[in-house]
Protein backbone atom coordinates (compact mmCIF):
# COMPACT_ATOMS: atom_id res chain seq x y z
CA UNK A 1 0.00 0.00 0.00
CA UNK A 2 1.20 3.51 -0.52
CA UNK A 3 1.70 5.67 2.40
CA UNK A 4 1.49 9.41 2.24
CA UNK A 5 4.40 9.45 4.65
CA UNK A 6 7.83 10.77 3.60
CA UNK A 7 9.33 10.07 6.79
CA UNK A 8 8.57 7.15 9.38
CA UNK A 9 6.90 8.41 12.66
CA UNK A 10 9.44 8.62 15.64
CA UNK A 11 8.99 5.43 17.96
CA UNK A 12 7.31 5.73 21.20
CA UNK A 13 9.16 5.59 24.35
CA UNK A 14 6.48 5.73 26.85
CA UNK A 15 5.39 2.26 27.87
CA UNK A 16 2.00 1.79 27.45
CA UNK A 17 -1.25 -0.89 28.51
CA UNK A 18 -2.80 -2.92 26.29
CA UNK A 19 -6.42 -4.39 26.76
CA UNK A 20 -7.92 -6.95 24.06
CA UNK A 21 -11.49 -7.27 23.70
CA UNK A 22 -12.21 -10.91 22.74
CA UNK A 23 -16.22 -11.66 22.04
CA UNK A 24 -17.23 -15.12 22.46
CA UNK A 25 -20.52 -17.17 21.60
CA UNK A 26 -20.05 -21.01 22.15
CA UNK A 27 -16.28 -21.14 21.93
CA UNK A 28 -14.97 -23.44 24.25
CA UNK A 29 -13.41 -25.79 21.61
CA UNK A 30 -10.92 -22.86 20.92
CA UNK A 31 -11.04 -20.48 23.28
CA UNK A 32 -8.05 -21.60 25.89
CA UNK A 33 -5.78 -22.09 22.74
CA UNK A 34 -7.16 -18.23 21.61
CA UNK A 35 -5.97 -16.81 24.67
CA UNK A 36 -2.81 -18.96 25.36
CA UNK A 37 -1.58 -18.02 22.04
CA UNK A 38 -2.69 -14.18 22.41
CA UNK A 39 -0.94 -13.57 26.13
CA UNK A 40 1.98 -15.68 24.52
CA UNK A 41 2.06 -13.06 21.89
CA UNK A 42 1.68 -9.79 24.14
CA UNK A 43 3.98 -11.09 26.40
CA UNK A 44 6.86 -10.72 23.75
CA UNK A 45 5.94 -7.24 23.43
CA UNK A 46 7.18 -5.84 27.04
CA UNK A 47 3.96 -4.01 27.66
CA UNK A 48 1.42 -4.57 30.26
CA UNK A 49 -1.53 -6.43 29.00
CA UNK A 50 -4.89 -7.75 29.67
CA UNK A 51 -7.27 -10.11 28.25
CA UNK A 52 -10.87 -9.47 28.55
CA UNK A 53 -13.93 -11.89 27.21
CA UNK A 54 -17.40 -10.53 26.88
CA UNK A 55 -19.41 -14.12 26.79
CA UNK A 56 -22.77 -13.46 25.18
CA UNK A 57 -24.41 -16.59 27.59
CA UNK A 58 -22.48 -19.36 25.73
CA UNK A 59 -24.10 -22.56 26.68
CA UNK A 60 -21.06 -24.44 25.97
CA UNK A 61 -19.59 -23.52 29.10
CA UNK A 62 -17.17 -21.07 27.73
CA UNK A 63 -17.30 -18.16 30.35
CA UNK A 64 -16.37 -20.53 32.76
CA UNK A 65 -13.38 -22.33 31.33
CA UNK A 66 -12.10 -18.67 31.02
CA UNK A 67 -12.57 -17.84 34.45
CA UNK A 68 -10.24 -20.93 35.31
CA UNK A 69 -7.54 -19.82 33.33
CA UNK A 70 -7.32 -16.33 34.91
CA UNK A 71 -4.51 -17.35 37.61
CA UNK A 72 -2.72 -18.16 34.94
CA UNK A 73 -3.13 -15.81 31.94
CA UNK A 74 -4.32 -12.14 32.27
CA UNK A 75 -7.47 -12.37 31.14
CA UNK A 76 -11.26 -10.89 32.63
CA UNK A 77 -14.70 -12.26 31.80
CA UNK A 78 -17.52 -10.06 31.34
CA UNK A 79 -21.19 -11.55 30.87
CA UNK A 80 -23.90 -10.85 29.14
CA UNK A 81 -27.34 -11.93 28.98
CA UNK A 82 -27.96 -13.12 25.77
CA UNK A 83 -26.49 -12.16 21.93
CA UNK A 84 -26.32 -8.72 21.89
CA UNK A 85 -23.87 -8.19 18.53
CA UNK A 86 -19.96 -8.54 18.20
CA UNK A 87 -19.44 -4.61 17.97
CA UNK A 88 -21.37 -4.21 21.10
CA UNK A 89 -19.23 -6.55 22.94
CA UNK A 90 -16.50 -4.77 21.93
CA UNK A 91 -17.94 -1.26 23.19
CA UNK A 92 -18.89 -3.03 26.86
CA UNK A 93 -15.60 -4.47 26.63
CA UNK A 94 -13.34 -1.30 26.44
CA UNK A 95 -15.75 0.41 28.78
CA UNK A 96 -14.28 -1.62 31.29
CA UNK A 97 -10.97 -1.71 30.12
CA UNK A 98 -7.91 -0.69 31.94
CA UNK A 99 -5.39 0.18 28.97
CA UNK A 100 -4.53 3.04 26.97
CA UNK A 101 -4.15 0.93 23.89
CA UNK A 102 -7.67 -1.13 22.71
CA UNK A 103 -7.95 -3.84 20.87
CA UNK A 104 -10.49 -6.38 19.33
CA UNK A 105 -9.65 -9.92 18.50
CA UNK A 106 -12.11 -13.10 17.57
CA UNK A 107 -11.78 -15.94 19.74
CA UNK A 108 -12.52 -18.87 16.36
CA UNK A 109 -8.45 -18.83 15.80
CA UNK A 110 -9.46 -17.29 12.20
CA UNK A 111 -7.34 -13.94 13.83
CA UNK A 112 -3.80 -15.26 14.26
CA UNK A 113 -3.23 -14.08 18.25
CA UNK A 114 0.47 -14.08 16.94
CA UNK A 115 -0.52 -10.91 15.01
CA UNK A 116 -0.91 -8.94 17.99
CA UNK A 117 3.02 -8.50 18.38
CA UNK A 118 3.45 -6.82 15.11
CA UNK A 119 0.33 -4.50 16.38
CA UNK A 120 1.60 -3.36 19.35
CA UNK A 121 5.28 -2.44 17.36
CA UNK A 122 3.07 -0.45 15.42
CA UNK A 123 1.56 1.32 17.71
CA UNK A 124 4.59 1.81 19.62
CA UNK A 125 6.45 3.62 16.51
CA UNK A 126 3.87 5.96 16.56
CA UNK A 127 0.64 4.57 15.19
CA UNK A 128 -2.48 5.97 16.85
CA UNK A 129 -4.50 3.13 14.73
CA UNK A 130 -2.99 -0.66 13.41
CA UNK A 131 -5.08 -2.39 11.38
CA UNK A 132 -4.99 -6.27 11.15
CA UNK A 133 -5.63 -6.29 7.19
CA UNK A 134 -5.91 -9.30 4.29
CA UNK A 135 -5.76 -6.76 1.57
CA UNK A 136 -1.95 -5.58 2.32
CA UNK A 137 1.06 -7.05 0.47
CA UNK A 138 1.64 -10.25 2.81
CA UNK A 139 -1.95 -10.81 3.41
CA UNK A 140 -4.52 -12.80 2.71
CA UNK A 141 -7.45 -15.02 3.49
CA UNK A 142 -6.51 -19.07 3.83
CA UNK A 143 -8.52 -21.59 1.97
CA UNK A 144 -11.54 -19.37 0.51
CA UNK A 145 -13.60 -20.09 -2.21
CA UNK A 146 -14.05 -17.79 -4.97
CA UNK A 147 -17.48 -16.95 -3.51
CA UNK A 148 -16.35 -16.00 -0.04
CA UNK A 149 -13.83 -13.50 -1.35
CA UNK A 150 -15.99 -11.52 -3.80
CA UNK A 151 -18.32 -11.02 -1.27
CA UNK A 152 -15.50 -9.68 0.75
CA UNK A 153 -13.97 -8.01 -1.76
CA UNK A 154 -17.49 -6.36 -2.45
CA UNK A 155 -18.20 -5.59 1.18
CA UNK A 156 -15.02 -3.70 1.56
CA UNK A 157 -15.21 -1.76 -1.79
CA UNK A 158 -19.21 -1.06 -0.89
CA UNK A 159 -17.39 0.55 2.18
CA UNK A 160 -15.21 2.65 0.73
CA UNK A 161 -17.77 3.73 -2.05
CA UNK A 162 -20.67 4.80 0.95
CA UNK A 163 -17.29 6.77 2.70
CA UNK A 164 -14.76 7.54 0.47
CA UNK A 165 -13.27 10.19 2.41
CA UNK A 166 -13.42 8.44 6.48
CA UNK A 167 -12.10 5.66 4.82
CA UNK A 168 -9.40 6.97 2.21
CA UNK A 169 -6.32 5.12 1.84
CA UNK A 170 -7.48 2.27 4.21
CA UNK A 171 -7.30 -1.20 2.33
CA UNK A 172 -9.54 -3.11 4.82
CA UNK A 173 -11.86 -1.70 6.14
CA UNK A 174 -13.91 -4.36 7.89
CA UNK A 175 -10.88 -6.05 9.48
CA UNK A 176 -12.39 -7.35 13.00
CA UNK A 177 -8.52 -7.55 13.97
CA UNK A 178 -6.89 -4.09 15.29
CA UNK A 179 -5.56 -2.11 18.25
CA UNK A 180 -5.95 1.48 18.70
CA UNK A 181 -5.12 4.48 20.98
CA UNK A 182 -7.56 5.12 23.38
CA UNK A 183 -7.56 8.98 23.38
CA UNK A 184 -9.16 9.60 20.97
CA UNK A 185 -12.41 7.39 21.15
CA UNK A 186 -13.01 8.32 25.04
CA UNK A 187 -14.98 11.49 24.27
CA UNK A 188 -16.50 9.85 20.48
CA UNK A 189 -20.10 8.44 21.03
CA UNK A 190 -19.61 5.18 18.94
CA UNK A 191 -23.04 3.27 17.76
CA UNK A 192 -22.31 0.33 15.83
CA UNK A 193 -24.68 -1.81 14.40
CA UNK A 194 -23.98 -5.49 13.52
CA UNK A 195 -20.37 -6.47 13.72
CA UNK A 196 -18.01 -4.03 12.20
CA UNK A 197 -17.20 -2.12 14.87
CA UNK A 198 -13.64 -0.82 12.80
CA UNK A 199 -15.82 0.83 10.17
CA UNK A 200 -17.44 3.03 13.23
CA UNK A 201 -13.75 3.70 14.65
CA UNK A 202 -12.89 5.03 11.32
CA UNK A 203 -15.84 7.49 10.50
CA UNK A 204 -16.25 8.85 13.85
CA UNK A 205 -12.34 9.62 15.12
CA UNK A 206 -9.93 11.29 13.59
CA UNK A 207 -6.08 9.78 13.73
CA UNK A 208 -3.58 11.07 12.10
CA UNK A 209 -1.32 7.81 11.43
CA UNK A 210 -2.63 4.77 10.56
CA UNK A 211 -0.44 1.18 9.89
CA UNK A 212 -1.94 -1.89 8.25
CA UNK A 213 -0.15 -4.66 9.18
CA UNK A 214 -0.54 -7.97 6.67
CA UNK A 215 -1.96 -11.22 8.10
CA UNK A 216 -3.39 -13.94 6.62
CA UNK A 217 -7.54 -14.93 7.56
CA UNK A 218 -7.33 -18.99 8.92
CA UNK A 219 -9.82 -21.34 7.77
CA UNK A 220 -12.04 -22.07 11.09
CA UNK A 221 -11.10 -25.68 12.37
CA UNK A 222 -13.38 -25.80 14.88
CA UNK A 223 -16.61 -23.90 16.09
CA UNK A 224 -19.36 -22.25 13.91
CA UNK A 225 -19.56 -18.88 12.30
CA UNK A 226 -22.09 -16.86 13.31
CA UNK A 227 -22.38 -14.82 9.89
CA UNK A 228 -25.58 -14.82 8.02
CA UNK A 229 -28.08 -12.86 6.35
CA UNK A 230 -29.04 -11.17 9.35
CA UNK A 231 -25.53 -9.71 9.53
CA UNK A 232 -25.32 -8.85 6.14
CA UNK A 233 -28.69 -6.47 6.12
CA UNK A 234 -26.97 -4.93 9.21
CA UNK A 235 -23.52 -4.43 7.33
CA UNK A 236 -25.78 -2.59 5.08
CA UNK A 237 -27.48 -0.38 7.23
CA UNK A 238 -24.35 0.41 9.40
CA UNK A 239 -22.91 1.82 6.36
CA UNK A 240 -26.21 4.16 5.84
CA UNK A 241 -26.35 4.97 9.40
CA UNK A 242 -22.70 6.15 9.54
CA UNK A 243 -23.43 8.10 5.75
CA UNK A 244 -25.83 10.04 7.47
CA UNK A 245 -23.80 10.58 10.93
CA UNK A 246 -20.81 11.65 9.25
CA UNK A 247 -22.31 13.87 6.42
CA UNK A 248 -21.35 12.00 3.55
CA UNK A 249 -25.23 11.38 2.42
CA UNK A 250 -25.40 15.05 2.26
CA UNK A 251 -22.00 15.12 -0.26
CA UNK A 252 -23.34 12.70 -1.89
CA UNK A 253 -26.47 14.48 -3.16
CA UNK A 254 -24.17 17.43 -3.85
CA UNK A 255 -21.81 14.60 -5.96
CA UNK A 256 -25.29 13.60 -7.58
CA UNK A 257 -26.35 16.92 -8.64
CA UNK A 258 -23.29 18.25 -10.35
CA UNK A 259 -22.86 14.62 -11.85
CA UNK A 260 -26.45 15.16 -13.16
CA UNK A 261 -24.89 19.01 -14.66
CA UNK A 262 -22.48 17.22 -16.43
CA UNK A 263 -24.62 14.14 -18.03
CA UNK A 264 -26.73 17.09 -19.73
CA UNK A 265 -23.52 18.94 -20.74
CA UNK A 266 -22.42 16.18 -22.44
CA UNK A 267 -25.46 15.30 -24.32
CA UNK A 268 -26.47 18.07 -25.13
CA UNK A 269 -22.97 19.45 -26.22
CA UNK A 270 -22.54 16.04 -28.18
CA UNK A 271 -25.83 16.26 -30.24
CA UNK A 272 -25.21 20.56 -31.04
CA UNK A 273 -21.54 19.70 -32.72
CA UNK A 274 -22.78 16.68 -34.33
CA UNK A 275 -26.50 18.22 -35.63
CA UNK A 276 -25.71 21.98 -36.03
CA UNK A 277 -21.23 21.47 -36.60
CA UNK A 278 -21.87 18.49 -38.21
CA UNK A 279 -18.69 17.13 -36.95
CA UNK A 280 -18.26 13.67 -37.23
CA UNK A 281 -19.55 11.76 -34.20
CA UNK A 282 -16.33 10.30 -33.17
CA UNK A 283 -14.56 13.97 -33.02
CA UNK A 284 -17.74 15.43 -31.21
CA UNK A 285 -17.31 12.81 -28.57
CA UNK A 286 -14.27 13.53 -26.95
CA UNK A 287 -15.10 17.37 -26.98
CA UNK A 288 -18.42 17.42 -25.50
CA UNK A 289 -16.92 14.23 -22.64
CA UNK A 290 -14.17 16.66 -21.60
CA UNK A 291 -16.66 19.25 -20.99
CA UNK A 292 -18.79 17.53 -19.34
CA UNK A 293 -15.75 16.22 -17.07
CA UNK A 294 -14.54 19.96 -16.87
CA UNK A 295 -17.65 20.51 -14.89
CA UNK A 296 -17.90 18.16 -13.13
CA UNK A 297 -14.37 19.13 -11.76
CA UNK A 298 -15.34 22.75 -11.34
CA UNK A 299 -18.68 21.59 -9.42
CA UNK A 300 -16.74 19.36 -7.08
CA UNK A 301 -14.53 22.52 -6.50
CA UNK A 302 -17.10 24.89 -5.82
CA UNK A 303 -19.88 22.84 -4.23
CA UNK A 304 -19.12 19.57 -3.26
CA UNK A 305 -16.27 19.53 -1.66
CA UNK A 306 -15.98 22.98 -1.05
CA UNK A 307 -15.10 23.68 2.99
CA UNK A 308 -13.77 27.14 5.12
CA UNK A 309 -10.60 25.47 5.40
CA UNK A 310 -9.51 24.57 1.71
CA UNK A 311 -11.09 27.10 -0.80
CA UNK A 312 -11.83 25.96 -4.48
CA UNK A 313 -9.16 26.64 -6.74
CA UNK A 314 -6.46 26.63 -3.94
CA UNK A 315 -3.25 25.17 -3.66
CA UNK A 316 -2.88 22.03 -5.49
CA UNK A 317 -6.35 22.30 -7.75
CA UNK A 318 -4.26 21.56 -10.73
CA UNK A 319 -2.59 18.62 -9.44
CA UNK A 320 -6.40 17.63 -8.48
CA UNK A 321 -7.58 18.09 -12.14
CA UNK A 322 -5.10 15.73 -13.66
CA UNK A 323 -5.56 13.01 -11.39
CA UNK A 324 -9.76 13.63 -11.56
CA UNK A 325 -9.13 13.10 -15.37
CA UNK A 326 -6.77 10.20 -15.10
CA UNK A 327 -9.29 8.56 -12.54
CA UNK A 328 -12.10 9.26 -14.84
CA UNK A 329 -10.40 7.84 -18.25
CA UNK A 330 -11.77 4.16 -18.11
CA UNK A 331 -15.21 6.09 -17.82
CA UNK A 332 -14.68 8.17 -20.56
CA UNK A 333 -13.51 5.62 -22.88
CA UNK A 334 -16.43 3.40 -22.09
CA UNK A 335 -18.86 6.52 -22.96
CA UNK A 336 -16.98 6.97 -26.19
CA UNK A 337 -17.49 3.18 -27.10
CA UNK A 338 -20.68 2.64 -26.35
CA UNK A 339 -22.04 6.03 -27.42
CA UNK A 340 -20.82 5.19 -31.33
CA UNK A 341 -21.84 1.92 -31.05
CA UNK A 342 -25.43 3.10 -30.17
CA UNK A 343 -25.32 4.70 -32.78
CA UNK A 344 -24.01 2.39 -35.42
CA UNK A 345 -26.45 0.15 -34.27
CA UNK A 346 -29.39 2.73 -35.62
CA UNK A 347 -29.77 4.69 -32.35
CA UNK A 348 -30.91 8.43 -32.59
CA UNK A 349 -28.25 10.71 -31.40
CA UNK A 350 -29.87 12.20 -28.04
CA UNK A 351 -30.14 8.31 -26.56
CA UNK A 352 -26.74 7.40 -27.88
CA UNK A 353 -25.19 9.91 -25.84
CA UNK A 354 -27.31 9.12 -23.17
CA UNK A 355 -26.68 5.96 -22.86
CA UNK A 356 -22.76 6.55 -23.15
CA UNK A 357 -23.36 8.87 -20.46
CA UNK A 358 -24.65 6.08 -18.54
CA UNK A 359 -22.50 3.24 -19.23
CA UNK A 360 -19.13 5.57 -18.47
CA UNK A 361 -21.07 6.76 -15.44
CA UNK A 362 -22.14 3.42 -13.84
CA UNK A 363 -18.15 2.21 -14.37
CA UNK A 364 -17.06 5.40 -12.13
CA UNK A 365 -19.94 4.64 -10.39
CA UNK A 366 -19.24 0.85 -9.13
CA UNK A 367 -15.31 0.94 -9.23
CA UNK A 368 -13.90 4.55 -9.16
CA UNK A 369 -15.68 6.52 -6.64
CA UNK A 370 -13.22 6.27 -3.92
CA UNK A 371 -10.11 7.20 -5.89
CA UNK A 372 -12.37 10.24 -7.51
CA UNK A 373 -13.40 11.12 -3.89
CA UNK A 374 -9.55 11.07 -2.69
CA UNK A 375 -9.11 13.85 -5.17
CA UNK A 376 -10.61 15.67 -2.73
CA UNK A 377 -9.75 14.37 0.84
CA UNK A 378 -7.90 17.72 1.95
CA UNK A 379 -5.84 15.68 4.50
CA UNK A 380 -5.68 12.34 4.58
CA UNK A 381 -4.45 10.04 7.56
CA UNK A 382 -0.72 9.01 6.92
CA UNK A 383 -1.53 5.29 6.12
CA UNK A 384 1.65 2.54 5.69
CA UNK A 385 2.02 -1.02 5.42
CA UNK A 386 3.78 -2.70 7.93
CA UNK A 387 6.69 -2.53 5.73
CA UNK A 388 6.92 1.38 6.31
CA UNK A 389 6.93 0.75 10.46
Known sequence: MDSNSQHPAPATQHPFMISVIIPTYNEAAV?????????AALRTTGEDFELIVVDDA?????????????NEIPVRVLRRPGRLGLATAVLDGW??????????????????PETLTALAAAIRQ????????????????YDWIWVRRFISRTANH???????????GVGDTGSGMFLV????????????????????????????????VPYIFQKRERGASKLGTRQYLEYLLHLAKLAIETGQLFAWIRYVLVGLVGALIDVA???ALVIKVALPPA?????????????????????????????????GAWSRLARYERICLPGAALNFLVTLLWMALGGRILSAAAAGVVAGGALNLLMNIPAIWRTWARRPPDVASSARV
Open 31 to 39: VEETLRRAA
Open 58 to 70: SADGTAELVESLA
Open 95 to 112: AMARGDVWGVMDADLQHP
Open 126 to 141: GADLAIGSRYVPGGGS
Open 158 to 168: MALTVLPLKLA
Open 181 to 212: RAAPLRNIKLHPLGYKILLEVLAKADFQRLVE
Open 269 to 271: LFA
Open 283 to 315: AALPVAIEFALLSNFLGSEVFTFRSDSAPPFGP
